[in-house]
Structure formats: structure tokens, C-alpha cells
């Protein structure tokens, strides 16, 4: 009876592991309350051609929005950028005499976050794919972009393959480090490329280039990552991942850096991403509607402003996180 009990359970393992049945596979979720708190300095009193663009978090099947509020002096709106379907709070306040030169704008909303696995997605239309094939200003696919994807995959016999020799080059090649602002965190390609180093930004710039120039969609998501090891506390820094898409099964996603600063979880990185993360936008060089100024944001998860057509700097904002025990719905 014993060696019958002990076939069962070895049995239900192997399965797990085949198929995807573990409890991991079907996906842990996290729920936290997030609050930005956005502060404008040295404000004119009389307030007559002021923008304000924040981005708004992403509602879908991974990520579920409740509660969203935005608390302003000034009226808003919500707006979407057409390229990349983007949620964008905006705010364009008429003419308001303010009592003191400072106001503040505060966003909160409660996520329930889910771990996104690439065995649950679903296909999209090929059709809408075109945009993640073309070239970023600073992530570019060809010439000495397209030449190091050739080399990287010789040998590979399908796309999943190479994907995956690109994920573990990129790995194997680049240091995390933020010790150069000139390089680190600017998602520029080339730069990445020449001095083997960066931080999110510049590994997932760096992947979809060599990826795109292989004919294969890859996208930019960014977003916040929330601590591990804790239920309340600042938010520091945004996070970045990317996702590549394939015929028949979708978009699957990639956390390089994450798995460059952890290599236990070098595998589980390529193809999944945790729920310890909020998602804000996709895409590189995003056009903001309104905006005066002609160039794009490189990306987009820090709220930008403009006043009188140039950008408004005496800005400063705070973003906090809080575990939510009352659970998902």
C-alpha cells in the first residue's frame, strides 16, 4: 500500500512539472494600495498655460484596477495616446489664483497583480503587431544590431530558440550597474552594446532590438516594482521588462535584469514575470497628446509637465505602497 501511495505522488510530480500543474503555474497574485503623491513648486499665481501628463496603470486579465482616484486643485481628464493604447491622467487647469506658489496632485488606486505566465496568454491579431517590429530612436534594428542577432542564433532552428540565445547573451554579456548615467538607464541600444552594462532599461532595449531585427515583435512594458520583503514602505525606482510575441502562443514575457541579478531564477525569468510589480505603460517614444514640445519621451512612467510650451521642472513626487489584507476580489 505504502509503494502504491508513494507511485501516486511521484506520479502527480512528473505530471506538475509536464504539463504546468503546479501551484506556481496557475499564477500567485499580490494585491497592494499604491499612492503618488505629485508636488508643483513655485507655481504663478494666476495659472493659465499649465500641462500635466501622469501616466495611469494598466487595467487587464494580469492587472486589475480598483478604487482609482485622483485628488487635484485642477480638472482632469483621462486620455489614451494612439499608438500604444496608454492611459494618461490630464490635467489643464483654467485660470486659478492660488493662495500659496505649491499645489499638490495625489493618485491612489488598489491592484490586484497577478504572476503572468506566457501558458495563459492569448494570441492577438497579427494585423496590430506592425508597431513592434520598427525601430525606437535609441533602440535601433539594423546594421551592427541585425549582424550580432545573426551570429547570436546561428544554429538555432526556430524563433523560440533564438529568442532564448538572446535572453542568455544578454545575461552572460552585461553587468547591472547604475555607476554611469551617461549609459545606465538611458535604453539606448548601441551604448548598452559598447559598454556592456545598465540597468532594466538598457537590457530590455538592448533584447528587443537584436529580437526586432530578427523579424520578431518586441515590445517595452515599464511600470513599479514593489519590495519583496516588505508589506508597506517608498518606492524608489520604476522597473522594465519586455515581451516578444510568437505565432500561436503570444506574447511571452522576459525580466532580463532580474535574472541577471539572480541567477537562480535565470529560467523562470524567460517566459514569466512575478506579481511583485505594478504595469503603467508600453512603448518607447511616446507622443503625448497636447504637448508642445516636439520630441517624444523616451518612456513614460514619472508625470511630466509643460508650462508655457517648455518642460516644468520644480516638480517632486513620492510614490508608496501598502499590502492590501482584505485580499483580491
Known amino acids: ?173 552585461l553587468t547591472y550597474s547604475k555607476d554611469d548615467p551617461q549609459v545606465c538607464g538611458l535604453g539606448n541600444s548601441l551604448l548598452t552594446l559598447e559598454f556592456k552594462k545598465g540597468i532594466c532599461t538598457d537590457y530590455h532595449s538592448l533584447f528587443i532590438s537584436l529580437v526586432r531585427s530578427l523579424g520578431i515583435p518586441a515590445k517595452f512594458e515599464i511600470g513599479l516594482p514593489i519590495p519583496i520583503d516588505k508589506e508597506e514602505g517608498v518606492i524608489k525606482g520604476y522597473h522594465c521588462w519586455a515581451k516578444f510575441y510568437l505565432k500561436d502562443k503570444g506574447w511571452i514575457p522576459v525580466d532580463i535584469s532580474e535574472a541577471d541579478k539572480h541567477p537562480e531564477k535565470r529560467d523562470y525569468f524567460f517566459g514569466q514575470i512575478d506579481e511583485n510589480r505594478v504595469h503603467f505603460t508600453t512603448g518607447r517614444d511616446i507622443k503625448l497628446k497636447y504637448a508642445k514640445d516636439s520630441e517624444p519621451l523616451n518612456f513614460f512612467i514619472y508625470p511630466y509637465a509643460e508650462f508655457n510650451g517648455w518642460q516644468f521642472n520644480n516638480l517632486d513626487f513620492e510614490i508608496s505602497f501598502k499590502d492590501f489584507k482584505g485580499g483580491g476580489n
Do not use: H
Request: proline letters at 5%; glycine letters at 4%; zero cysteines.
Open 1 to 173: 500500500m505504502k509503494k502504491f501511495i508513494f507511485l501516486i505522488v511521484i506520479l502527480i510530480i512528473l505530471f506538475s512539472g509536464i504539463y504546468g500543474l503546479s501551484a506556481r503555474s496557475y499564477g500567485k497574485q499580490r494585491v497592494f494600495l499604491i499612492e503618488e503623491k505629485i508636488l508643483l513648486k513655485n507655481l504663478p499665481e494666476d495659472i493659465t498655460n499649465l500641462q500635466i501628463w501622469i501616466p495611469a496603470p494598466i487595467d487587464d486579465k494580469w492587472q486589475k484596477i480598483d478604487d482609482f482616484k485622483v485628488v487635484s486643485p485642477f480638472d482632469f481628464r483621462i486620455i489614451t495616446d494612439k499608438k500604444y493604447g496608454n492611459r494618461i491622467i490630464y490635467l489643464k487647469p483654467k485660470k486659478i489664483d492660488l493662495a500659496t506658489s505649491t499645489s499638490q496632485i495625489i493618485l491612489s488606486f488598489k491592484a490586484q497583480r497577478k504572476e503572468y505566465s506566457a501558458s495563459f496568454d492569448d494570441p492577438v491579431a497579427e494585423e496590430s503587431l506592425s508597431g513592434f517590429l520598427q525601430p525606437n530612436r535609441l533602440v535601433p534594428i539594423n546594421g551592427k544590431i541585425k549582424a550580432l542577432a545573426r551570429k547570436i542564433t546561428q544554429g538555432k532552428s526556430n524563433d523560440l530558440e533564438r529568442v532564448r540565445a538572446i535572453y542568455d547573451y544578454i545575461i552572460n554579456e
